[in-house]
C-alpha cells in the first residue's frame, strides 16, 4: 500500500480529505502529512453562519501545521492550507474547520489524547521530554480540555461536601479544595484559606446547576474561618468535623508534650531521646525496635508517655460505634484529661488540657461523624492527592497550574476524545 493512501486510512479523514503527499525532512527527523481537501468537502458543506448548504470553495487559508502522533519514531506532523469557503446566500466568507484539530491550536485530537494520557501518569516536566514538547505547550493542552470538561459539569447533586486546605508551598500559601463526598471528586479549588473562600465556593455552586440549599453537610477542619464560611453560606449544613483532622490535632499535642517535658527535665530527655517517631505512630504500626524502646520506656514516670496514652483511649473513642457510647468515651476522657493536668504542677500537659477543651467545644460537630455516618472516607486521602498533584506540577506552582492539574486527577472530567 502506499504510505499516502495508508495515512488516509489510518487518519480517518473520510470522503472529504485527502493526503496529497508525504515528506519526510531527514534534517528536522520529521514526516509532514500533507493534506488537502476533496470535491466532496463542498458537497456536505454547510455555512457556519447560515446553515445555508450554499456554499463554494473561495480560496485557501495560509498554511498551517498540527502536531501529530509519532510515526516510527519520526516526530509528524499534518501540514494544511485549510480551504475557505463563501456562503451563495449570506455572502460570508468562512474557513473550514479541520476534523483533526484538538481543543489547543496545532495539535491534532490523538496527539493531544496521548499528551493526557501521559500527564495522568507522570509530573507533566517528564511528558515534555517524551513528547518533545516544551512543558509551556503540554500545560495548555492540559487546560483547554479541562477548563471546558469543567465548566460543563453539574453539581445538581451535590449535597455533601467537604473542605481542606492544600499547602502549596512553604510559607503561607494555600488552595482551599472542595470535593464532593459522595460522588468522591474534586469540586472546586480557591486561593486563601479564610472565609470568604466559601462564598466562592457558594457561587460557584450556583454556575453549576447546584443550590447552598441543598448542602446538609460540610465537613471541615475546626479552624474556626471555615466554621464561619459553612454558616453564612450554608444554613441548611450540619458542620462535621473530620475524624482525621480530629485525630491528627490530638497526635499533634503528644509531640507538644514530649518537646515541653524534654526541655524541662534533664534525666526525661535522656529517656525520650530518637522517640519522637514512637509517639506518633499507633503500637500496631512500631517497628521491632519501637516496640523494644516501649517497652524501656513504659515504666518510667513520664508525662509523655501519659498524654500518649490520653491519645490512644481518644482514638477508641473513634471506634465505640453507636452515638450514646461515643458522646459518652469523649465527655469522659474530657474529665480525665482536666483532672490529670490540673493534678500536675509541671503544666507538662498543658497541651493536652487544651485539646481537650477543644474536643469539648466542637463535641457535636465531632459527634456528627457518627450521625452522618462514614462519609467522609474521601478526605482521608486529600492529602496524597495534594502531594501527587504537587509532584505532577513541578516547577509550576501557580495557582491555575495546580487547580488545573487537581481537576485533571481527581474531577472525574469528561474530556472528549480522551474519557
Ligand atoms: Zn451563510
Not at 64 to 78: A, D, K, T, Y
Not at 235 to 251: E, L, R, T, Y
Not at 337 to 355: C, D, F, Y
Not at 403 to 414: D, S
Amino acid at each position: 500500500m502506499i504510505p499516502e493512501k495508508m495515512f488516509q486510512q489510518i487518519l480517518a479523514l473520510g470522503e472529504a480529505w485527502g493526503v496529497a503527499r508525504m515528506d519526510d525532512q531527514e534534517s528536522e527527523s520529521k514526516v509532514l502529512i500533507r493534506v488537502e481537501e476533496t470535491p466532496e468537502l463542498w458537497a456536505q458543506a454547510s455555512c457556519p453562519h447560515c446553515q445555508s448548504q450554499a456554499v463554494r470553495g473561495y480560496d485557501h487559508a495560509p498554511e498551517r501545521r498540527w502536531r501529530h502522533l509519532n510515526v516510527c519514531q519520526l516526530q509528524s506532523e499534518i501540514v494544511c492550507a485549510l480551504p475557505r469557503g463563501e456562503c451563495q446566500d449570506c455572502r460570508k466568507v468562512y474557513t473550514v474547520r479541520a476534523p483533526w484539530e484538538g481543543r489547543s491550536r496545532g495539535l491534532t485530537q490523538e496527539f493531544e489524547a496521548f499528551a493526557l494520557t501521559l500527564m495522568r501518569e507522570m509530573p507533566v516536566k517528564k511528558a515534555g521530554e517524551i513528547l518533545g514538547e516544551t512543558d509551556q505547550k503540554l500545560w495548555r493542552t492540559l487546560f483547554a480540555p479541562v477548563d471546558a470538561a469543567w465548566t460543563d459539569l453539574s453539581w445538581e447533586n451535590v449535597i455533601w461536601v467537604g473542605a481542606d486546605e492544600m499547602n502549596r508551598k512553604k510559607g503561607h500559601n494555600y488552595l482551599t479544595v472542595f470535593v464532593a463526598l459522595q460522588a468522591k471528586r474534586v469540586l472546586l479549588a480557591v486561593g486563601g484559606k479564610d472565609a470568604s473562600v466559601w462564598e466562592r465556593f457558594a457561587a460557584e455552586l450556583g454556575n453549576h446547576n447546584g443550590h447552598p440549599r441543598a448542602i446538609t453537610m460540610g465537613a471541615i477542619d475546626m479552624s474556626p474561618a471555615y466554621q464561619k464560611g459553612v454558616r453564612e453560606n450554608f444554613g441548611n449544613a450540619q458542620i462535621v468535623f473530620d475524624k482525621f483532622q480530629v485525630v491528627s490535632q490530638v497526635v499533634k499535642a503528644v509531640d507538644e508534650v514530649r518537646r515541653k517535658e524534654a526541655r524541662a527535665d534533664d534525666s526525661a530527655r535522656q529517656q525520650l531521646e530518637h522517640s519522637s517517631w514512637l509517639w506518633r505512630k499507633n503500637p500496631e504500626t512500631w517497628t521491632a525496635k519501637e516496640g523494644d524502646r516501649w517497652t524501656q520506656l513504659k515504666d518510667k514516670p513520664l508525662v509523655t508517655g501519659l498524654a500518649y496514652a490520653m491519645r490512644l483511649e481518644r482514638q477508641k473513642a473513634y471506634a465505640a460505634t453507636p452515638l450514646g457510647q461515643a458522646r459518652n468515651r469523649f465527655e469522659t476522657w474530657c474529665r480525665w484529661v482536666r483532672t490529670e493536668a490540673e493534678a500536675l504542677i509541671s503544666g507538662l500537659l498543658e497541651p493536652r488540657r487544651k485539646a481537650a477543651e477543644m474536643v469539648e467545644r466542637h463535641l457535636e460537630g465531632i459527634l456528627a461523624h457518627w450521625r452522618q455516618g462514614l462519609t467522609t472516607a474521601f478526605m482521608e486521602g486529600l492529602n496524597s492527592l495534594f502531594s501527587a498533584t504537587k509532584r505532577k506540577a513541578r516547577g509550576y506552582r501557580s495557582i491555575e497550574d495546580q487547580t488545573a492539574m487537581l481537576y485533571f486527577v481527581a474531577g472525574k472530567l469528561q474530556i472528549p476524545y480522551y474519557g
